[in-house]
Protein backbone atom coordinates (compact mmCIF):
# COMPACT_ATOMS: atom_id res chain seq x y z
CA UNK A 1 0.00 0.00 0.00
CA UNK A 2 0.83 3.35 -0.38
CA UNK A 3 -0.06 6.74 0.99
CA UNK A 4 -1.78 9.54 -1.75
CA UNK A 5 -0.22 13.42 -0.61
CA UNK A 6 -3.14 14.65 -2.14
CA UNK A 7 -7.15 14.90 -1.80
CA UNK A 8 -7.08 15.13 -5.93
CA UNK A 9 -10.64 13.26 -6.93
CA UNK A 10 -8.99 12.59 -10.26
CA UNK A 11 -5.43 11.32 -9.13
CA UNK A 12 -7.43 9.02 -6.60
CA UNK A 13 -10.09 7.83 -9.38
CA UNK A 14 -7.19 6.93 -11.35
CA UNK A 15 -5.43 4.48 -8.19
CA UNK A 16 -8.36 3.51 -7.75
CA UNK A 17 -8.89 2.44 -11.33
CA UNK A 18 -5.92 0.76 -11.42
CA UNK A 19 -6.59 -1.31 -8.61
CA UNK A 20 -3.32 0.27 -6.71
CA UNK A 21 -4.15 -0.16 -3.04
CA UNK A 22 -3.51 3.78 -1.01
CA UNK A 23 -4.46 5.98 0.89
CA UNK A 24 -5.37 9.26 0.59
CA UNK A 25 -3.64 12.07 3.05
CA UNK A 26 -3.50 15.50 1.75
CA UNK A 27 -0.55 17.68 1.41
CA UNK A 28 -0.76 21.10 3.32
CA UNK A 29 2.04 23.03 1.48
CA UNK A 30 2.02 26.58 0.02
CA UNK A 31 2.36 25.94 -3.31
CA UNK A 32 2.51 29.24 -4.35
CA UNK A 33 5.41 29.45 -2.17
CA UNK A 34 6.92 26.92 -3.16
CA UNK A 35 6.87 28.34 -7.12
CA UNK A 36 7.43 31.46 -6.12
CA UNK A 37 11.14 30.02 -4.58
CA UNK A 38 11.82 28.61 -7.74
CA UNK A 39 12.36 31.63 -9.58
CA UNK A 40 12.38 31.11 -13.46
CA UNK A 41 11.84 27.37 -13.32
CA UNK A 42 10.48 25.90 -16.24
CA UNK A 43 7.07 24.42 -15.66
CA UNK A 44 8.28 20.86 -15.78
CA UNK A 45 10.80 21.66 -12.71
CA UNK A 46 8.14 23.19 -10.87
CA UNK A 47 5.60 20.69 -10.92
CA UNK A 48 8.18 18.08 -10.00
CA UNK A 49 9.62 20.13 -7.43
CA UNK A 50 5.52 20.61 -6.06
CA UNK A 51 5.16 17.02 -6.24
CA UNK A 52 8.20 16.14 -4.17
CA UNK A 53 7.18 18.81 -1.39
CA UNK A 54 3.56 17.05 -1.32
CA UNK A 55 5.19 13.80 -0.94
CA UNK A 56 8.09 14.98 1.26
CA UNK A 57 5.59 16.54 4.08
CA UNK A 58 3.46 13.94 3.97
CA UNK A 59 6.18 11.59 4.69
CA UNK A 60 7.14 13.31 7.35
CA UNK A 61 4.09 11.71 9.45
CA UNK A 62 4.26 8.75 7.93
CA UNK A 63 7.64 6.66 8.57
CA UNK A 64 8.52 3.82 7.05
CA UNK A 65 5.44 4.55 4.31
CA UNK A 66 5.83 5.17 0.79
CA UNK A 67 4.26 8.08 -0.34
CA UNK A 68 3.02 9.66 -3.85
CA UNK A 69 2.62 13.62 -4.34
CA UNK A 70 1.67 14.71 -7.59
CA UNK A 71 1.20 17.96 -9.41
CA UNK A 72 0.04 19.74 -12.62
CA UNK A 73 1.17 23.02 -14.06
CA UNK A 74 -0.09 24.49 -17.30
CA UNK A 75 1.47 27.33 -19.75
CA UNK A 76 0.54 28.89 -22.88
CA UNK A 77 1.81 31.35 -24.68
CA UNK A 78 5.07 31.82 -22.42
CA UNK A 79 2.72 32.24 -19.18
CA UNK A 80 2.20 29.96 -16.38
CA UNK A 81 -1.27 29.79 -15.22
CA UNK A 82 -2.36 28.17 -11.42
CA UNK A 83 -6.05 27.14 -10.48
CA UNK A 84 -8.82 30.14 -11.28
CA UNK A 85 -9.69 32.22 -7.99
CA UNK A 86 -12.93 33.07 -9.25
CA UNK A 87 -15.11 32.48 -12.54
CA UNK A 88 -14.06 35.74 -13.66
CA UNK A 89 -10.63 34.29 -13.73
CA UNK A 90 -11.83 31.19 -15.55
CA UNK A 91 -12.88 33.10 -18.33
CA UNK A 92 -9.81 35.03 -18.56
CA UNK A 93 -7.88 32.07 -18.67
CA UNK A 94 -9.90 30.34 -21.61
CA UNK A 95 -9.75 33.44 -23.29
CA UNK A 96 -5.72 33.41 -23.06
CA UNK A 97 -5.97 29.82 -24.33
CA UNK A 98 -8.50 30.10 -27.34
CA UNK A 99 -7.14 29.23 -30.25
CA UNK A 100 -3.08 28.58 -28.86
CA UNK A 101 -1.50 24.59 -27.44
CA UNK A 102 -1.94 24.67 -23.64
CA UNK A 103 1.40 22.73 -22.47
CA UNK A 104 -0.01 20.14 -19.31
CA UNK A 105 3.11 19.22 -17.11
CA UNK A 106 2.41 16.38 -14.61
CA UNK A 107 4.69 15.30 -12.29
CA UNK A 108 5.17 12.41 -9.75
CA UNK A 109 7.25 11.67 -6.96
CA UNK A 110 7.88 8.77 -4.55
CA UNK A 111 9.45 9.56 -1.15
CA UNK A 112 9.88 6.77 1.72
CA UNK A 113 10.94 8.48 5.29
CA UNK A 114 11.81 11.99 3.60
CA UNK A 115 13.97 10.36 1.17
CA UNK A 116 12.53 11.01 -2.79
CA UNK A 117 13.25 7.79 -4.15
CA UNK A 118 11.96 8.40 -7.78
CA UNK A 119 10.62 11.20 -9.83
CA UNK A 120 9.37 11.98 -13.39
CA UNK A 121 7.14 14.49 -15.25
CA UNK A 122 5.35 13.89 -18.42
CA UNK A 123 3.82 16.76 -20.96
CA UNK A 124 0.73 16.82 -22.84
CA UNK A 125 -0.03 19.65 -25.88
CA UNK A 126 -3.80 20.37 -25.64
CA UNK A 127 -4.53 22.26 -29.04
CA UNK A 128 -7.23 24.61 -27.81
CA UNK A 129 -10.65 25.65 -30.35
CA UNK A 130 -11.27 29.15 -31.21
CA UNK A 131 -13.60 30.07 -27.90
CA UNK A 132 -16.22 32.42 -28.29
CA UNK A 133 -17.26 34.12 -25.18
CA UNK A 134 -20.92 32.95 -25.64
CA UNK A 135 -19.47 29.64 -25.47
CA UNK A 136 -17.22 30.23 -22.22
CA UNK A 137 -19.60 31.67 -20.69
CA UNK A 138 -22.17 28.56 -21.13
CA UNK A 139 -19.41 26.40 -20.65
CA UNK A 140 -18.79 27.95 -17.44
CA UNK A 141 -22.64 27.91 -16.64
CA UNK A 142 -22.08 24.15 -17.14
CA UNK A 143 -18.77 23.22 -15.45
CA UNK A 144 -18.19 26.47 -12.50
CA UNK A 145 -18.04 25.85 -9.34
CA UNK A 146 -16.13 21.83 -10.31
CA UNK A 147 -13.39 23.14 -12.27
CA UNK A 148 -12.27 25.73 -9.48
CA UNK A 149 -9.62 23.20 -8.19
CA UNK A 150 -8.42 22.81 -12.15
CA UNK A 151 -5.27 23.55 -13.73
CA UNK A 152 -6.26 24.74 -17.23
CA UNK A 153 -10.03 25.17 -16.30
CA UNK A 154 -11.12 21.58 -17.67
CA UNK A 155 -11.81 18.22 -16.54
CA UNK A 156 -10.92 16.13 -19.63
CA UNK A 157 -13.49 13.13 -18.65
CA UNK A 158 -16.24 15.81 -18.56
CA UNK A 159 -16.90 18.98 -20.91
CA UNK A 160 -13.88 20.24 -20.79
CA UNK A 161 -13.22 18.21 -23.82
CA UNK A 162 -15.04 20.24 -25.86
CA UNK A 163 -12.46 22.90 -25.52
CA UNK A 164 -9.76 21.12 -27.72
CA UNK A 165 -9.03 20.49 -31.48
CA UNK A 166 -6.32 17.98 -31.04
CA UNK A 167 -4.42 16.21 -28.02
CA UNK A 168 -0.76 15.10 -27.95
CA UNK A 169 -0.14 13.40 -24.95
CA UNK A 170 -1.02 10.84 -22.35
CA UNK A 171 -5.17 10.32 -20.56
CA UNK A 172 -3.41 10.28 -17.36
CA UNK A 173 -1.09 12.95 -17.53
CA UNK A 174 -3.82 15.20 -18.53
CA UNK A 175 -6.26 13.68 -15.60
CA UNK A 176 -3.09 14.90 -13.26
CA UNK A 177 -0.61 11.89 -12.95
CA UNK A 178 1.83 9.87 -15.00
CA UNK A 179 -0.23 6.98 -14.17
CA UNK A 180 1.80 4.71 -16.28
CA UNK A 181 5.21 6.20 -14.96
CA UNK A 182 3.83 5.69 -11.34
CA UNK A 183 2.58 2.14 -12.15
CA UNK A 184 6.64 1.14 -13.68
CA UNK A 185 8.26 3.05 -10.89
CA UNK A 186 5.90 0.81 -8.06
CA UNK A 187 6.61 -2.63 -9.91
CA UNK A 188 10.73 -1.24 -9.56
CA UNK A 189 9.87 -1.18 -6.06
CA UNK A 190 8.42 -4.39 -5.70
CA UNK A 191 4.85 -2.45 -4.10
CA UNK A 192 2.81 -3.86 -7.84
CA UNK A 193 3.28 -7.40 -9.39
CA UNK A 194 4.83 -7.94 -12.74
Known amino acids: ?18 GIAFESRPADVDERAIE ?43 RRFDKPESRA ?12 IMELHSAAALVRNGEVVWVE ?7 VAQLSPDFIDRYLDAEWPQIAACVGCFRIEARGVQLFERIEGDYFTILGMPLLKVQAALRKLGVLET
Not at 89 to 100: I, P, Q, T, V
Open 1 to 18: MIVLASKSASRRAMLEGA
Open 36 to 78: AGLGDASPAAAALALAVAKAEHVSRGTPEALVLGSDSLVSCGG
Open 89 to 100: DAAAHLAFFSGK
Open 121 to 127: AARADLH
